[in-house]
């Protein structure tokens, strides 16, 4: 041990008593009773967010580019999988040059994304999210609206 421990009496050598560590913890938790429902909504607001960019977006892209190489998007029937896997159901693509995605399209809840194509809303696709409840339509994220 160090030199100076041995000049130390046992009073000067103590820890939190139950009082400060309580005093502490109670700090703590009013701090998070502030600050924690600022940002109670947040995560669904992000979830939100990540589902737009990917239909506005990444998913967009991507069957954008199989359009580009195959001169139509995939068919209801082949779903986004055509975007990751060649399809092998009628109309074969004769120009596939995939994957244009790395993973299974899933939106941020868990849930895979509609697609239909020819769309009913749009001529070229719809593609959509059911949202975090999939069974309201008042949560639902479009490509058409």
Do not use: C
């Not at 399809?87 to 244009?100: A, I, K, L, M, Q």
Request: charged share 25%.
């Amino acid at each position: 041990m160090h030199r100076s421990w041995r000049f130390l009496n046992r009073r000067q050598i103590r820890g939190f008593t139950l009082i400060e560590i309580m005093l502490v913890v109670i700090i703590i938790g009013a701090l998070s009773a502030m600050v924690i429902p600022r940002f109670a909504g947040r995560s669904e607001q992000a979830k939100q967010a990540a589902a737009q960019a990917d239909i506005e977006v990444h998913l967009a892209t991507a069957l954008k580019l199989y359009e580009l190489d195959n001169g139509t998007f995939p068919t209801t029937n082949q779903g986004l999988d055509a975007l990751r896997v060649k399809p092998t159901t009628n109309p074969v693509p004769s120009h596939w040059n995939g994957p244009y995605i790395e993973k299974k399209a899933v939106d941020p809840w868990g849930h895979a994304y509609v697609y239909v194509s020819p769309g009913d809303n749009r001529n070229d696709y719809d593609l959509s999210s059911k949202g975090k409840d999939e069974h309201k339509e008042d949560d639902d994220i479009t490509n058409w609206k």
